[in-house]
């Protein structure tokens, strides 16, 4: 299953100036892949028990408004269609191998010294979408998103 079709991804890639040299049916196929993996961050519920994708959703408020449950989110839409994109070019869920060394999280020049995190993960080791985040950030759960948030207050 796709939100989008190969002519829906052909636009947006259009409009952007990027040219998609993959399958864009295996691209399509590897952005679900994704998302559905983000389930848990979503809004709302499933709209119908068994179905296959996780949208259409019921209990979605989009900017304050209630999204009508027979609905595909645009702005999933189009994370689909920039994760096709990035999936032309890298592996959006890479596996790391155990042992594997994670970010280098410090480094000395002088005398030359590299500290790594200490489980693949940490640090930037998987690969963090920015421009498909912020399309999805109003689809999301309050305090989802992998992002922490604070208050600052001026005394």
Known sequence: MSYITDAEL???????????????????VKAMDYLKGMEDEWQGTRALDGQADAWPRKGVKLYGVDFPVDHIP????????????????????????????????????DVLSVTYAEKPGGGSSQPFFTAVR????????PGSGGISSFSLTRI
């Open 10 to 28: 052909e636009e947006y890639a259009a409009a952007r100036g990027i040219t998609v040299s993959g399958t864009k049916a295996h691209l399509r």
């Open 74 to 109: 645009q702005a999933l839409k189009d994370a689909q269609a920039q994760l096709s994109i990035e999936a032309d070019s890298q592996s959006l869920q890479p596996t790391l191998s155990p042992g594997a060394k994670g970010a280098v999280t410090s480094e000395t020049v």
């Open 134 to 141: 912020a399309l999805l950030r109003p689809l999301l759960r």
